[in-house]
């Protein structure tokens, strides 16, 4: 099939909700398609794509009926991708209901993916529920505001790198440590977790218990001068002769 129009939607659809025992009509008062059964009113709005436009357009439609519909080609990529995911959240965030039409060569049809309904906002928040405090947890973790809000293809501050950045610079300063040596100096429970897996390649065990800071470390501690400052003010408060180095 060539280039698909909006017109090309309106049959299928059309057949999709009288064959539910619905009225169909295109075209009446600026409304692409109405569809009535008793007192029921419905109405859909078609595009050739699901854009800012056809969701304002809809949304204002919702003050006509409940049930508002908007109807696009049944899009190109997967349809179990994130993409697809994040269009029927927003869908289902605005109330509205989703219909993509298929095009094969034994003719189009209508599916109903999304109807119309209530968004319960506190379900949805209660659901996320452990992302924010995920979310939290990351804002106390950090110790500093390092990161530039819309920045792409630059490092991010995360409150994971700002606890590897404290254990080099303890390493660092102080030489050979052992994860426990290194907790009570205030590098967390994580510790022994973050030397192990040794995400960025900072440290290197010596003899088992025992770390101490990588040449990768200590030439990567220095593209962080803000944080690494800011932990070695706080090694410097620090009485060293409280703890046993190995």
């Known amino acids: 099939m060539g280039k698909i129009l909006e017109v090309d939607l309106f049959y299928p659809i059309q057949n999709y909700f009288k064959i539910i025992g619905y009225e169909v009509y295109g075209e009446v008062h600026h409304c692409d398609v109405v569809a009535i059964k008793d007192d029921h009113l419905i109405i859909v709005e078609l595009k050739r794509s699901l854009n800012i436009d056809l969701l304002i357009q809809a949304t204002k439609r ?45 003719g189009a049809f209508a599916e109903v993916k999304i109807d119309p309904g209530p968004f319960d906002r506190n379900k949805s928040m209660q659901f996320s529920k452990k992302r924010r405090e995920n979310l939290i947890k990351e804002i106390k973790g950090r110790h500093g505001d390092y990161n530039v809000g819309g920045s792409t293809q630059t490092k991010i501050m995360t409150a994971y790198k700002e606890n590897c950045i404290h254990i080099a610079c303890c390493l ?44 990768k470390g200590k030439n990567e501690l220095k593209s962080y001068p803000e944080t690494r400052n800011y932990y070695y003010g706080i090694i410097s408060k620090t009485e060293t002769s409280s703890f046993n180095t190995p």
Do not use: M
């Open 62 to 106: 919702q003050r006509l009926t409940d049930t508002v519909y908007i109807a696009i080609p049944k899009p190109k990529f997967s349809l179990r991708t994130k993409k697809w995911k994040d269009i029927c959240y927003l869908v289902r965030r605005l109330e509205l209901g989703l219909i993509v039409v298929s095009f094969q060569k034994s």
């Open 172 to 215: 660092e300063h102080f030489g050979p440590l052992s994860p426990k040596n290194l907790r009570e100096l205030g590098t967390g429970d994580k510790t022994p977790s973050i030397l192990h897996k040794n995400y960025y390649g900072w440290f290197e065990r010596v003899k088992r218990g025992t770390y101490i800071i990588s040449e």
